[in-house]
């Protein structure tokens, strides 16, 4: 009896002065295999869950410490810091890639000095569908990665429909009066004092209204090359890069922009949209016309001759 309570204080002094030690019991010599040592100290720091382990001769008690949480804190916040730097770097990338969205419509265009293929209403409502866009993205203040796109391909769509009106003769006094009136409403929204500007609604509105007008800007050019079973003038490499370029913006808007449901909306019916145009392309100029894909996409900036 002194022997064993001896043996009982022996365990309780090195306890207290050697770390607590882990591991499981192998069942077949009950010796400690895996060990892993842990801090005595830490037996206050984690609770500690016990699982008993029945095998013969002897029944082991194994006790296991659960994972920090704040590890896994700590590793999902890394990762979500890791994705918004992607989605910025995306978001740039985008922008300076937009550039080249409108070009190939433009070189067309310039060069054949006709623009005979493209529906001028078309180019209307792609300048006040992206303009809506813009200012619902600079009012709420969303990063400029977030849209540089859209600013961007506000210009290009203004330059290609002054193009437009210019080489289909056009260029009259409701053109005119529609620019002014343009440049009068933008300009209100934007720099207008918050008393007399639009009201937040307002602005959501015009968001939602510009996703209507996304539909309504590629339907005149679907409805044209439908009619003239041709893949018409709009460029197979704008449709291409506009396809990628709203896939991109799915997700740099999840990421930068709180995953806006509207602005969703709209990238999502614009990529319905252009691939809807491109399939539309690729089948008129290879089934009717006779083109193969590399004369198609190099229509832009090379004669079919």
Not at 274 to 284: D, E, F, G, M, R
Request: proline content about 4%; glycine content about 4%.
């Amino acid at each position: 009896m002194k022997v064993s309570t001896a043996c009982c204080l022996l365990v309780l002094i090195l306890s207290s002065h050697f770390p607590v030690c882990q591991g499981f019991v192998s069942p077949t010599n009950n010796k400690v295999a895996a060990i892993k040592s842990m801090p005595s100290n830490s037996i206050n720091a984690y609770p500690i869950e016990t699982i008993k382990l029945h095998h013969a001769p002897a029944l082991t008690t194994l006790h296991v410490a659960p994972t920090d949480i704040s590890d896994i804190s700590l590793l999902l916040s890394s990762n979500e810091v890791a994705l918004k730097s992607i989605a910025t770097g995306l978001g740039y990338l985008i922008g300076a890639a937009s550039i080249l969205l409108y070009t190939p419509i433009a070189i067309r265009v310039l060069r054949t000095k006709s623009a005979e293929g493209l529906a001028i209403s078309t180019w209307w409502l792609k300048v006040t569908s992206y303009t809506c866009t813009d200012v619902y993205n600079i009012k709420n203040n969303f990063p400029i990665s977030a849209f540089s796109e859209s600013l961007v391909i506000t210009g290009e769509a203004a330059v290609i429909l002054g193009l437009v009106a210019f080489y289909q003769r056009r260029v009259d006094v409701q053109t005119f009066l529609l620019a002014v009136i343009y440049v009068a409403v933008t300009s209100w929204a934007l720099f207008a004092p918050t008393s007399v500007g639009p009201s937040d609604s307002a602005i959501a509105f015009a968001q939602e209204l510009s996703i209507a007008l996304n539909v309504a800007s590629l339907l005149p050019q679907l409805k044209q090359n439908f009619i003239r079973k041709s893949s018409g003038s709009y460029s197979s490499v704008t449709a291409s890069l506009a396809s990628a370029g709203c896939t991109i913006r799915l997700f740099t808007t999840f990421e930068l922009a709180n995953g806006d449901p509207l602005l969703l909306v709209n990238y999502g019916v614009a990529l319905a949209l252009n691939l809807s145009l491109l399939l539309q392309i690729i089948y008129y100029a290879t089934q009717k016309e006779g083109k193969t894909l590399s004369q198609l996409y190099l229509a832009d900036v090379k004669s079919d001759s």
